[in-house]
């Protein structure tokens, strides 16, 4: 889940809980963010799964992994506006010391990524990719990745650029940058995570609207008459939605029959869960996502980009003079 959702949702949370999300482990077929090696398609097809899904088969659709679903749609762009709020009843606040405070808030975020790879003649094709993600709380960041090269931009700072790392260094820059593009892609996936315990579904085809001229299913969303425990999507940062309470669900979420990727998606949840402070919070998350298969603009190096800074690092330096000798 995306930190800004992560946030908002769980500051509400008991104990520890903090804004990284676990798997669900009670929903068949989801893989655990970051991990890259968990088959999501169980040989089904996703046709076949999709005419008339399950809650666990749609979401196991919308986990699959950027380097799943960019196989299928090449060069394609992604919006995703998400609103979430928080708010309870200031009359019923009551803060001794040394209690938890809980204050209401909002946050609307808006991410843009174009997935643009450059194809040469004769040779492999040059990572190409754009992530803009900004907040109404002066939150943001760009990244840009041209080859080898990754730019950097945080809100109200320039952009810096630097290699990313290999694996001799320690650092892995390429997954970080993997874990942003799944972070983007499975946006639907978590805002209908939220629902799941109390999500109905119904499923109509769409022909030729999925990718390359393809089926499409048109997936209608509605709150179901009665709760699924199962579908509570559990673990240590996740202990709070065992008690949020589901009152509304809405929207609609069109995918691409033959790959399971996400084409469009509204998704409209209201909940209620009690908070650390003693309060019952009023919670409205609003998803708005957009995927435009086809042609993207080039993606290009940012003007006026200065190398990163570094500093020496003691550790390295002397690693690097003593190399070969032998210990006294």
């Given at each position: 889940?995306?930190?800004?959702?992560?946030?908002?949702?769980?500051?509400?949370?008991?104990?520890?809980?903090?804004?990284?999300?676990?798997?669900?482990?009670?929903?068949?077929?989801?893989?655990?963010?970051?991990?890259?090696?968990?088959?999501?398609?169980?040989?089904?097809?996703?046709?076949?799964?999709?005419?008339?899904?399950?809650?666990?088969?749609?979401?196991?659709?919308?986990?699959?992994?950027?380097?799943?679903?960019?196989?299928?749609?090449?060069?394609?762009?992604?919006?995703?506006?998400?609103?979430?709020?928080?708010?309870?009843?200031?009359?019923?606040?009551?803060?001794?010391?040394?209690?938890?405070?809980?204050?209401?808030?909002?946050?609307?975020?808006?991410?843009?990524?174009?997935?643009?790879?450059?194809?040469?003649?004769?040779?492999?094709?040059?990572?190409?990719l754009s992530l803009s993600q900004?907040?109404?709380?002066?939150?943001?960041?760009?990244?840009?990745?041209?080859?080898?090269?990754?730019?950097?931009?945080?809100?109200?700072?320039?952009?810096?650029?630097?290699?990313?790392?290999?694996?001799s260094s320690g650092l892995r820059?390429?997954?970080?940058?993997?874990?942003?593009?799944?972070?983007?892609?499975?946006?639907?996936?978590?805002?209908?995570?939220?629902?799941?315990?109390?999500?109905?579904?119904?499923?109509?085809?769409?022909?030729?609207?999925?990718?390359?001229?393809?089926?499409?299913?048109?997936?209608?969303?509605?709150?179901?008459?009665?709760?699924?425990?199962?579908?509570?999507?559990?673990?240590?940062?996740?202990?709070?939605?065992?008690?949020?309470?589901?009152?509304?669900?809405?929207?609609?979420?069109?995918?691409?029959?033959?790959?399971?990727?996400?084409?469009?998606?509204?998704?409209?949840?209201?909940?209620?869960?009690?908070?650390?402070?003693?309060?019952?919070?009023?919670?409205?998350?609003?998803?708005?996502?957009?995927?435009?298969?086809?042609?993207?603009?080039?993606?290009?190096?940012?003007?006026?980009?200065?190398?990163?800074?570094?500093?020496?690092?003691?550790?390295?330096?002397?690693?690097?003079?003593?190399?070969?000798?032998?210990?006294?």
């Amino acid at each position: 889940m995306p930190w800004f959702l992560a946030l908002a949702l769980g500051v509400l949370g008991c104990g520890g809980d903090g804004p990284s999300e676990d798997p669900n482990p009670s929903s068949a077929g989801q893989a655990a963010p970051g991990s890259r090696s968990v088959e999501l398609d169980d040989g089904a097809g996703w046709a076949e799964r999709l005419s008339e899904p399950t809650v666990p088969d749609l979401l196991a659709a919308l986990a699959q992994p950027h380097a799943v679903v960019r196989e299928a749609m090449g060069p394609h762009r992604l919006q995703i506006v998400t609103d979430v709020a928080l708010s309870g009843d200031a009359a019923a606040a009551r803060h001794p010391l040394d209690t938890p405070v809980v204050e209401d808030h909002a946050i609307h975020d808006e991410l843009e990524l174009r997935w643009a790879p450059v194809q040469s003649e004769g040779s492999e094709p040059e990572l190409r990719l754009s992530l803009s993600q900004s907040n109404d709380h002066d939150r943001g960041r760009d990244v840009v990745v041209i080859g080898p090269t990754l730019y950097v931009r945080h809100a109200h700072r320039p952009w810096f650029h630097h290699l990313q790392e290999g694996p001799s260094s320690g650092l892995r820059s390429d997954e970080l940058v993997e874990q942003w593009l799944d972070d983007a892609q499975r946006s639907v996936h978590d805002a209908i995570q939220l629902a799941a315990p109390r999500l109905a579904l119904r499923a109509d085809p769409v022909e030729g609207a999925g990718l390359s001229g393809g089926s499409a299913v048109e997936i209608v969303l509605a709150p179901a008459d009665q709760v699924d425990p199962s579908l509570v999507a559990a673990g240590p940062t996740q202990g709070w939605r065992a008690d949020a309470e589901i009152e509304a669900v809405e929207g609609t979420v069109r995918l691409d029959a033959g790959s399971g990727a996400w084409l469009s998606a509204t998704v409209d949840v209201r909940y209620r869960l009690p908070a650390a402070d003693g309060r019952v919070m009023s919670g409205h998350l609003h998803v708005q996502a957009q995927a435009a298969p086809g042609s993207v603009d080039v993606v290009r190096a940012p003007e006026g980009s200065r190398p990163l800074p570094s500093r020496l690092r003691y550790d390295d330096e002397q690693q690097r003079l003593l190399d070969g000798l032998a210990a006294p």
